[in-house]
């Protein structure tokens, strides 16, 4: 079973960095798009970042600047990092990705991971 596993989310004050991981593991034949979303209480989920197999990214405009996206094919993992924090960036930060596996190598699917919680504290 192909997965992804995100980590190195937690608590930060405003102005904080953090930096999220993604890793895909199981029987991946390739991966395309990679990306990062975010859901904030009360909010629907939103696409923060995403990244191509070939390494360009593009980042949502509220994070323009702050936020940038990256990824290690070599490794299946897929970075976000995050500078100057705010309270605002509070959510739950979910990994995805377009993938094809060994088990079903007809065409991409796309997989979720299991989320990780930011928060910043004002």
């Known amino acids: 079973q192909v997965q992804l596993v995100e980590s190195g989310g937690g608590l930060v004050q405003t102005g904080g960095s953090l930096r999220l991981s993604c890793v895909a593991s199981?029987?991946?034949?390739?991966?395309?798009?990679m990306g990062w979303y975010r859901q904030a209480p009360g909010n629907q989920r939103e696409l923060v970042g995403v990244?191509?197999?070939?390494?360009?990214?593009n980042v949502a405009s509220s994070v323009q600047g702050r936020f940038t996206i990256d990824r290690d094919n070599a490794k299946n993992t897929v970075y976000l990092q995050m500078n100057s924090l705010k309270p605002e960036d509070t959510a739950v930060y979910y990994c995805?990705?377009?993938?094809?596996?060994?088990?079903?190598?007809?065409?991409?699917?796309?997989?979720w991971g299991q989320g990780t919680q930011v928060t910043v504290s004002s």
């Open positions: 995805n990705a377009d993938i094809i596996s060994r088990t079903w190598r007809q065409t991409s699917l796309n997989y």
């Open positions: 199981g029987s991946i034949v390739s991966i395309g798009r």
């Open positions: 990244t191509t197999e070939g390494g360009s990214t």
